[in-house]
């Protein structure tokens, strides 16, 4: 494949543990293993597209070189979840013998929270009897769903969601690469759409790139389907000044023309609410509406009566105040 139709997450996605950004005492702890050529079993736990997957690859690349497509194996939990995936292939993988001279095998099973607790148990089995052939990495979203016999097993690392330093250097390097300009508000897009999420990030760079190598704030939210801060701004001083039908039909701009999921919609509500200078009994009340709205979206409510009943909550709330 040309390097040129590559995503550029995947193009640009650190082969080295030295070129992982924002992460610098995860990078300096797992070269310190490579120095030492021995390996515990590992859990990495944190949000999605701080580095864990990443992590795991260049850290097997460190340790076997040009075999390490032999000694390591990457699988996702999330595609098979049961007790079989233990005792099938992750079972067959940890009982063979290193090729190359490598001392062990790495296996990184990815999304390790979504076993079952009857996997996560044949799981500590196996890693507990084939130790001395294959070192296993977890990465998992929550680790308080992983037993805790495999987290008393595991040294563990908690990678932290990126910061805007770290994501606005990759940004300029990429942008730098590809030959585009990007202006200065438009990282601040990036970096409020990504909210620490590296993938995020340039996905969102990436896509506005298609529009135009000259790389805008605007192009950045319209590409993203994303409200501008000024908008969810709008939003909310509407509605709390107890304009009911001056704010819905802001709601219904951002949710039909402008295409914003619902569910982003309140988050970036969210956001701004714990930014605003406010009184604060209003503002727990507003975060405690927003809470009771996303959970009602996650069971399937309708999403045009649950935003609508927010903004109304918010509108009455305000008339009381």
Known sequence: ????????IEKYRPVRLADIVGQDQ???RLSSYVRTGNLPHLLF???AGVGKTTAAVALAREFFKDSWHMNFRELNASDERGIDVVRNQIKQFARTSPLGGAGFKILFLDEADALTPDAQAALRRTMESYASTCRFILSCNYSSRIIDPIQSRCAIYRFRSLSPEAITKEILRIAE??????TEKAIDAII???QGDMRKAINALQ?????SPAITEDMVYAITATARPDEIEDLLST????NFEGATAILHRLLNDRGIAPNELINQCYRALTRRDMDQDVRVALIDQLGTTDFRLSEGASSDI???????????LARKK
Do not use: K, P
Not at 177 to 182: D, H, K, Q, V
Not at 239 to 242: A, I, K, T, V, Y
Not at 306 to 316: K, N, P, S
């Open 207 to 211: 896509g506005a790139a298609i529009l």
């Open 1 to 8: 494949m040309e390097e040129n139709n590559l995503i550029w």
């Open 239 to 242: 509605s709390l000044s107890g």
């Open 192 to 194: 409020e759409i990504a």
């Open 177 to 182: 690469n590809e030959r585009l300009s990007i």
């Open 45 to 47: 736990t944190g949000s």
């Open 306 to 316: 649950q935003m609508e009943a927010m903004i109304a909550r918010f509108v009455l």
């Open 26 to 28: 995860i990078v300096e």
